[in-house]
């Protein structure tokens, strides 16, 4: 028995300090590769030789059994690893039936399917056992601070690119490769433009009625030369451009081989940031609704074994949901670990040596 | 470095000079005006960290530079508990973790406030990282302990043991202890390095099972491979080990055991700094 102590003793170092080496090698890999790593057959072999030294730990040390703490504690680590290996896909290989562990769902509204997808090659590999149908897909935007406030970029037409710019009335700031320097004379929430002889936009105005959009005036330094404009956006667009090529005039005007690397300045209505993702779906059996719930994100839906998470949606029009869908099995074996894990650590460290402590405490004074 | 001469950034910068100050004062046994400065930093740190609830109107853990600030306001209760409750002392050297946990909130991270993403609007927010913030001061604790521990004993002649004489000489003044002799005083940081560590490996449980929990309900698994689950994986499992060794050792080594916890601490700087700074670790926690 002494033998098969220190076996398991040393044993539990050895793969504690060898789950760490791995994790260190698994966290420079990346996280796809890494879970291809730890559920390599190797690490089968490995992950089962752990499984193996905790019961080794109840069988050579009794005394386990008699530490509520730390029995919970082993007891917890050897279900949440016998869940997540019945719950991986080799667990459901073994565990046979037709449930798939992990795939996709595209769902446009008002569409009923079952059909699951894989995500890499959009390919059906499976169905569930039950349909679901979009209702609903829509966003929720976090409310912008100032409305009133645009953002202002600068686009390279070469790269087509914007790059955000932070900026208030007054500032300066010089734009990268080509050294123009622009100045923010002005700014005006709410304007209307001032049109010249020919129609074209010269300026803009403040609009009395406060319903026109923001615009801005800037000052255009190049060379030596000087140059200010407006950024006024047309009537219904949530933008205004002002190309920089060719605007600074005299000695260091951009030549035509500037062009290749001309800039422009964009003003524009700013995005508000998404809050939330939610969709409105509904499980049918029989041509009935048996369940109806909004999917959003940290709130999936749980129906038939299986847990349904929004992980995507339609970027262009938001008309179909992406759903991830998650088998359940060894879920609740590996939750049942967790709490048994977190209990016994807090009854070992925190509980019990304060019950001696009190208890103490109590000793002394009597 | 700069300062941001915003309410925030004043206090922050204020907090991080009390805590040094604090750190000074108990150093040189100037106990009052250590305790009224160590209760000042915590005062300012606290403030700093309702201002920044205020401004963001979420729990104020979200970025480097909130997860630093909320830190920075742990230290003197900690600290206050281990010598009152553990019998582990070293508020000198407590205040100065302090300093080092606000320096990088009041001068180095940007303070630009950030909107939550979808992915972290859950109840399991607030008590996943507070674990973790709890559970890192602590393991901050413990490791200065743990080097006490390593740097104890009488060092022998040559340019590197004057380096570890002047090491362990700033060490002991911060943890309010005379000259370790040994091997009395070894044990006695070990001993200490120890009870922290048992009180910091809960919270450190704790937080990667509601991450995990999180995890399932966010994103549909409770482990995900990601370099900083992996990382928070690794710290757990060093401190798990360190565990495992005391028990079967006990005190007998003290400087291996004080080594484990040293590397366990060093895991959890690399989870919560090298993971997130580093463009290496990409992944699902990059937005921290």
Known sequence: ?366 | MTIHWTALGILLVLAMLAHLAAAAALGLRWRGAGHAAFAGGLALAAGAFVVRWVEVRHLPMQNLFEVFLSMGMLMYPLSLFCRRFLGVRGQAADAFIGFVVLLPAALVFNPDPQRLPPALQSPLFAPHVAAYLFAYVIMAKAAVHAVLALAAGEPRPGRWSDFVAGLRAALEALSDRSRPREPRDRAASERAAYRMAGLGFPLLTLGLVLGAWWGKLAWGDYWHWDPKELWSLVSWLLFLGYFHVRFRLGPRYPRLAAALVVCGFGAIVITLLWVNLARIFAGLHSYA
């Open chain 1, 1 to 366: 028995m002494r033998r098969l102590r220190q076996l398991g003793i040393w044993g539990a170092v050895a793969a504690v300090g060898l789950l760490a080496a791995l994790s260190v090698a698994g966290a420079f890999l990346g996280a796809e590769r890494a879970e291809r790593f730890f559920n390599a057959t190797p690490l089968v072999v490995f992950w089962f030789l752990l499984g193996g030294l905790l019961v080794v730990g109840f069988v050579a040390f009794r005394s386990l059994l008699a530490r509520p703490g730390l029995l919970a504690m082993h007891l917890g680590a050897l279900l949440v690893l016998g869940g997540a290996m019945w719950g991986s896909d080799r667990g459901h290989a073994l565990g046979g039936g037709q449930a798939v562990p992990s795939a996709y769902m595209v769902i446009h509204e008002g569409e009923t399917t079952d059909v699951l997808l894989d995500p890499a090659t959009q390919e059906a590999v499976g169905r569930l056992p039950f349909p679901l149908r979009l209702d609903d897909f829509r966003l929720e935007y976090y409310k912008p601070d100032d409305p009133a406030r645009w953002d202002l970029s600068v686009g390279t037409l070469a790269h087509r690119e914007e790059a955000l710019q932070p900026w208030r009335v007054g500032s300066t700031f010089t734009l990268p490769v080509t050294g123009i320097r622009v100045r923010v004379l002005g700014y005006l929430a709410s304007s209307r433009p001032v049109l010249d002889d020919r129609g074209n936009v010269a300026a803009a105005e403040c609009d009395p009625d406060g319903k026109g959009p923001p615009a801005m005036q800037v000052l255009i330094a190049s060379h030596g030369a000087e140059d200010r404009a407006w950024l006024v956006p047309r009537e219904g667009e949530g933008y205004a451009e002002l190309l920089l090529a060719g605007r600074s005039r005299g000695r260091g005007a951009l030549r035509g081989g500037d062009y290749v690397m001309a800039q422009s300045l964009i003003l524009q209505q700013p995005e508000p940031p998404i809050r939330d993702y939610l969709s409105d779906v509904a499980v049918v059996r029989d041509n009935l609704d048996v369940a109806k719930k909004t999917v959003e994100v940290n709130d999936p839906l749980h129906w038939g074994g299986y847990h349904f998470y929004q992980v995507d949606y339609d970027h262009e029009a938001a008309r179909y949901t992406v759903l991830l869908v998650q088998s359940d099995r060894g879920l609740y074996v590996v939750y049942g670990g967790f709490i048994l894990l977190v209990a016994g650590a807090f009854w070992h460290f925190w509980i019990a040596p304060a019950l001696r402590f009190v208890a103490a405490r109590q000793g002394g004074r009597a």
